[in-house]
C-alpha cells in the first residue's frame, strides 16, 4: 500500500546475514546455518525447524536445570502451552514439577549452595511457549521452545540472575535480549496519560504545579495527552514510524542471527513487528473507534476508517511462513484485531471476514482464537459455533472447538467426580444428583464466593427449594480439609448437602470446564445433564427471574423415580 508507510511489515528486506562458524548444533543435529548470497531472510519460507524435520515429525525438547537459592526453595514449575489461543488459555498445556535434586560431585555441580532438576517434554509437532516459575515468582514469561531443543538453565536467586546453555542457548540468549530491550524501550518512556478537553484532573489544587516539577526531575515521566484529534494523529506517527520505533530490537535479533536457524529469525521477526501493530490496533479499537464521531464528525469519522482500512489491507499480505504464523502468539492477537476492526468498519460478522481473507489451518487457528477468547461473551454461544463447528477440519483446533462446546454449551452431561463427605467418605456425583440440582463451587478463603452465596444462592434456595423442587449443593476447591469443615459456615450452610472435590476431580473440572475463577454455579438435570453453567443477575430479583427461567428447562424425575 503506496501510501501507508512502514505498515507492510510482512514484506521487508533485511541485510544479508552470514556465519563465520559455519555449522551449529541444536537437539543433536548439525545443520548449515550459512546463508546463500542475496538470501532475504522475511521471505523465505519452507526450511523446518531441523535437518530432516518436518512440520508433521514429534521431536521431544530437554530442560536441565541448576539452581542456586540462600533461603528454602520454592516449588519449581514448567507450563508448556503447545498451541496458544490465548493468555488465560490451557488448551493441551503441560505442567511439570520436577524434583529438585541435590548435586553430587561426579555430575559437575560442585557448589554445595547448587540443586538441580531435569525435565523432559515429549512429543512435539511444532514450537510452542514455556513458562517457569518458583513458587509465585516467575522466571521466564513466553518463551518459545522448540522440538529438539536441548536447554540448560541456571538460576541464581542470591544475585537474582539467570544464564543459558547447552545446544539451544543461542535461542533463548535472543529472546531473552529481546524481551530485556522491549522491557528497556517501555520503562525508558514516559507514562502516558489520555485526558479529554474537559478534564479537571489538572485544574485539582496544587496537581498541575505537581506534575511541572516532576517533569524537571530526572526519573519517571507523566505525559499528559489529548484524548481526541492530536492522540489520534500520535498513534498514526507511531504506525507509519514502525522502522524507527522497533529499530533497537531489530539491532538485537541482528546480532542472533548468526546463531540462530532461519525459522528462528524469522520467528523472532513475527513476534516483534506483531506485537508493536497489535497495541496500535488494539488502542485505536477498544479507545477511539467508538468515539469517532464525537472527535472529528461524521465525514472526519469516514476519512479516518479509510486510513485505517489502507493499515489493515497492508497487514494481511507477506512472505512469513505458515509454519511461523501457526506458532505466534502476537501474530494471532493482531489478527484477532485485525479481523475484529475490519468487521466493525465494514459492517460485517467476525467469520465473515475471517473466510474471506484466511483458508485452512490457519483459518482454522484463528477462528479457534477467536471463539476461546471471545464465546463466553455470547449469550448463545451454540448458534456462535456452529458455524466454525461445520468447517474446522483441521487437529488440534477442531478439537478445541469440540472442548469449548463442552464446557460452554450446556447439554451434555456433567464429568463424573469423586467428592468427599464432611465425614470423610468418598462419593460420586451420580450419587448425589437424582433432582434438579444447583451446585456451588467455592474456596474458602474467596470473599466472592461468600457473597454471592449469602446474599443470592441462599435467599434463592430458602424461598424457592421446597415449592420448585430443586436441592442446593455446596462444593468445595479447598485442598485443606480442616479449613473447609472450619469455614463452612461462611461459605456455605450445615443445613446443605457439603462435598468437597478430590484433587483429580478438581484438575478434571477446572480442565474441563475451563474455570479461571469462583464461585461458580452449575444448574442440573436430574439425570445430570448441565443446563446452565452461570446463574447471574445485576441484583436479586434479576438473578431469581432468570434461575426460574433456567429451571422451566431441567427435566425431574418421574414419580416412579422418585419414589425409590
Not at 484529534?229 to 530490537?249: D, I, V
Request: some cysteine; hydrophobic content about 35%.
Amino acid at each position: 500500500v503506496a501510501d501507508s508507510p512502514g505498515a507492510d511489515f510482512l514484506h521487508r528486506s533485511q541485510p544479508q546475514v552470514s556465519s563465520e562458524q559455519g555449522d551449529t548444533h541444536r537437539g543433536g543435529v548439525t545443520r548449515s546455518d550459512t546463508l546463500p548470497e542475496g538470501f532475504d531472510l522475511v521471505s523465505h519460507s519452507g526450511d523446518t525447524w531441523q535437518e530432516g524435520e518436518s512440520s508433521s515429525a514429534s521431536v521431544g525438547a530437554l530442560f536441565y536445570g541448576e539452581l542456586i537459592n540462600p533461603d528454602s526453595l520454592a516449588p519449581v514449575q514448567i507450563t508448556f502451552t503447545p498451541y496458544y489461543l490465548g493468555r488465560k488459555s490451557t488448551f493441551r498445556q503441560q505442567v511439570y514439577t520436577p524434583e529438585i535434586e541435590p548435586g553430587a560431585f561426579f555430575d559437575g555441580v560442585l557448589d554445595a549452595r547448587k540443586e538441580k532438576f531435569r525435565v523432559s517434554i515429549p512429543d512435539l509437532d511444532r514450537a510452542g511457549y514455556l513458562d517457569l516459575t518458583l513458587g509465585n515468582r516467575r522466571i521466564l514469561s513466553q518463551y518459545l521452545l522448540s522440538p529438539g531443543d536441548s536447554l540448560k538453565i541456571e538460576l541464581d536467586l542470591l544475585d537474582f540472575s539467570f544464564v543459558f546453555g547447552g545446544p539451544a542457548a543461542s535461542f533463548y540468549q535472543a529472546q531473552a535480549a529481546l524481551k530485556s530491550q522491549q522491557a528497556s524501550e517501555e520503562f525508558d518512556q514516559p507514562r502516558r496519560l489520555y485526558l479529554s478537553g474537559n478534564n479537571p484532573m489538572l485544574e485539582e489544587e496544587g496537581r498541575r504545579e505537581e506534575w511541572m516539577a516532576f517533569k524537571k526531575q530526572f526519573g519517571s515521566q507523566l505525559e499528559i495527552r489529548d484524548f481526541g484529534r492530536a492522540g489520534l494523529e500520535q498513534l498514526h506517527q507511531q504506525w507509519e514510524g514502525s522502522e524507527k520505533k522497533l529499530q533497537g530490537q531489530l539491532d538485537v535479533l541482528h546480532f542472533y542471527a548468526s546463531r540462530l536457524s532461519d525459522r528462528q529469525r524469522e520467528l523472532l521477526e513475527l513476534e516483534i513487528y506483531s506485537r508493536y501493530y497489535y497495541r496500535l490496533l488494539s488502542v485505536f479499537h477498544k479507545s477511539y473507534y467508538g468515539k469517532l464521531t464525537t472527535i472529528l464528525g461524521e465525514e472526519g469519522r469516514k476519512e479516518e476508517l479509510k486510513r485505517w482500512s489502507r493499515y489493515l489491507a497492508a497487514l494481511k499480505s507477506g512472505d512469513y511462513s505458515d509454519e511461523s504464523r501457526l506458532i505466534s502468539a502476537s501474530f494471532l492477537e493482531l489478527q484477532l484485531e485485525r479481523v475484529l476492526v475490519e468487521a466493525l468498519i465494514n459492517g460485517e460478522q467476525f467469520h465473515e471476514v475471517l473466510n474471506r481473507q484466511y483458508s485452512g489451518e490457519l483459518r482454522d487457528r484463528i477462528g479457534a482464537g477467536f471463539l476461546t477468547q471471545n464465546l463466553r461473551r455470547y449469550g448463545d454461544p451454540a448458534k456462535v459455533l456452529e458455524p466454525y463447528l461445520s468447517e474446522v477440519a483441521s487437529q488440534p483446533w477442531r478439537d478445541r472447538l469440540v472442548q469449548l462446546k463442552e464446557s460452554m454449551v450446556p447439554g451434555a452431561p456433567l464429568i463424573p467426580m469423586e467428592l468427599e463427605t464432611l465425614e470423610g467418605d468418598t462419593v460420586m456425583m451420580a450419587d448425589v444428583v437424582d433432582q434438579p440440582t444447583l451446585l456451588y463451587f467455592y474456596f474458602s478463603t474467596c470473599t466472592h464466593s461468600a457473597n454471592y452465596f449469602k446474599r443470592y444462592l441462599w435467599p434463592l434456595y430458602q424461598e424457592l427449594a421446597d415449592k420448585e423442587g430443586f436441592q442446593l449443593v455446596g462444593i468445595s476447591a479447598d485442598s485443606d480439609r480442616e479449613l473447609w469443615q472450619s469455614a463452612l459456615a461462611d461459605y456455605s450452610s450445615p443445613e446443605l448437602t457439603n462435598l468437597r472435590m478430590t484433587e483429580d476431580a478438581l484438575e478434571a473440572w477446572i480442565a474441563t470446564y475451563e474455570i479461571v475463577g469462583f464461585p461458580r454455579a452449575f444448574l442440573l438435570d436430574s439425570d445430570g445433564t448441565i443446563r446452565a453453567f452461570k446463574i447471574g443477575g445485576s441484583d436479586y430479583p434479576q438473578l431469581k427471574e432468570k434461575f426460574l427461567e433456567l429451571l422451566g428447562t431441567v427435566s425431574f424425575p418421574s414419580p416412579k423415580t422418585a419414589s425409590r
